[in-house]
């Protein structure tokens, strides 16, 4: 499941990598990537970093 930009709407979710991405794990031991939309700044968060 990915979840990407929720102000881009359909087209800026899935486009183009995230701003500052970072890794992280998760609680349940997987992994994600936070990051902030590269146009409106807003957080993004990606499961599966
Ligand atoms: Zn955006």
Redo the contacts with the bound molecule.
Sequence with gaps: MERG?P??GGE?KKKKEMKNPKSVTLKNKRKATKGE?P??G?KMFRIGG
């Design positions: 930009c102000k881009g800026d939309c146009e409106c807003t």
